[in-house]
């Protein structure tokens, strides 16, 4: 499948919204990506009302200078989205017991995935973290930080929103931490060793 990579803007909301209300992606609709970009503390607790703040909070980013993420194209149909941001975007990172910060660099990082289920195995994710690579290194990041899913047997694809390890490996990852057995902190660098 070939695949078009394009950053969040107002005139691509509807596509973001085709995405996150296709077949398979009842958990984005949840969360419309803004979980790591919550405190925790202060944000709308779950439950009625919640969706909708949080769909309404990715829309005012959806003017956001750099964008809050990126949408893939198949022949023009949204296909698939990244949440890639400066890490200091995403408050909810510093509390992780999995994702707080390795070091000082001011890394960015990818933190979600959402590919609908008929376009799943089809290279739709990787195209995405392609896209979130020259993303990240166009905004002049120092490295590109990532939270995958790194198990024995393929996972649920309901929970595969951060990623797998392998994923990242192929382009150029490689592990920095690692707190809990399933979790790895990876970075991709950029313009320096790792």
Known sequence: MDVTIRPLTPDRWD????????KGCSMARG????????????????GVGASEDRRRRLRALASADP????????DGVPVGWVAV???SQYPRLVRSPVARAVDELPVW??????????YRCRGVARALLRGAIAHADA??????????????????????????RSMFEREGFVEVARRRPERPVMRRFFGMDG
């Not at 969360?31 to 779950?46: I, K």
């Not at 905004?139 to 996972?155: F, Q, S, T, V």
């Open 15 to 22: 596509d973001l919204e085709a995405v996150f209300r296709a």
């Open 31 to 46: 969360c419309w990506c803004m979980y790591y970009r919550e405190t925790g503390r202060v944000d709308p607790p779950e």
């Open 67 to 74: 964008p809050a993420g990126l949408l893939a194209y198949a």
């Open 85 to 87: 941001a400066p890490r």
């Open 109 to 118: 990082s990818v933190v979600c995935f959402v590919v609908p289920s008929p």
């Open 139 to 164: 905004h002049g990041a120092a490295a590109l930080e990532a939270y995958p899913i790194d198990k024995p047997g393929r996972g649920q694809d309901t929970f595969m929103w951060n990623g797998a």
